[in-house]
């Protein structure tokens, strides 16, 4: 029981610091994240619609700025007008639920965007809430601008991918490609190993 302690004692002194870092606040990059009703075929489709409206309607006006704090700025004064474009999509279609927009930082999971990962960790976001938002979502990077990018089927244009690694990399957030092993991998892979220990001296404590 005891090098069972020890043992775990050690991976944490060792371990935490690189845990940490895995999962840190990340400025420079603002994300739109639309989460659906539910997921019922209806409220799905419902949230594409509500995506491509806003896009349409807000996207024009930053997708050539190449300044943070004045996509920011934008967004922050248009809270009220997104609200109001995904409550008229919501009406023309004939729900009767309503939305709720947030410009914030949120907890996001690692996602992957073409061949670059984005780490898990706190982002900047523009989250749109429809009804009850117990549905599955759909994400973007608005800034630097790529919600254009065709992010379904893996793709993402050279130059795109550069200006997403340049963000991420000038917040000290390590970016890499999917095919490869990177420190991300391990950090996971450590948290499994605490787990894993935990619960075996949970069992020799019985």
Not at 3 to 31: E, M
Not at 111 to 116: A, E, L, R, S
Not at 117 to 130: D, F, S, T, W
Request: overall charge positive.
């Amino acid at each position: 029981m005891k090098r069972i302690l020890a043992l775990l004692i050690c991976i944490i002194v060792f371990v935490l610091p690189f845990l940490v870092g895995s999962i840190q606040r990340t400025d420079g990059i603002i994300r739109f994240h639309v989460i659906a009703n539910s997921d019922s075929l209806d409220d799905q489709n419902l949230k594409l619609k509500v995506r491509d409206e806003i896009l349409r309607e807000i996207y024009p006006e930053i997708k050539d700025i190449k300044d943070y704090n004045e996509s920011f700025k934008i967004l922050s004064k248009n809270i009220s007008r997104i609200e109001d474009i995904a409550n008229k999509v919501l009406e023309e279609n004939g729900f009767d639920y309503k939305s709720r927009v947030y410009l914030g930082n949120f907890n996001f999971p690692v996602k992957k965007y073409g061949d670059v990962v984005v780490p898990p960790g706190e982002y900047m976001a523009l989250r749109v809430v429809l009804g009850n938002g117990e549905g599955k979502n759909w994400w973007c990077v608005m800034f630097p601008p790529l919600c254009f990018i065709d992010i379904t089927r893996g793709k993402i244009d050279p130059k795109s991918e550069e200006m997403l690694k340049r963000a991420l990399e000038e917040n000290s957030v390590e970016t890499f490609k999917g095919n490869k092993r990177n420190k991300l991998e391990l950090r996971l892979k450590s948290l499994e190993i605490i787990s894993n220990t935990i619960k075996r001296a949970k069992m020799g404590l019985r």
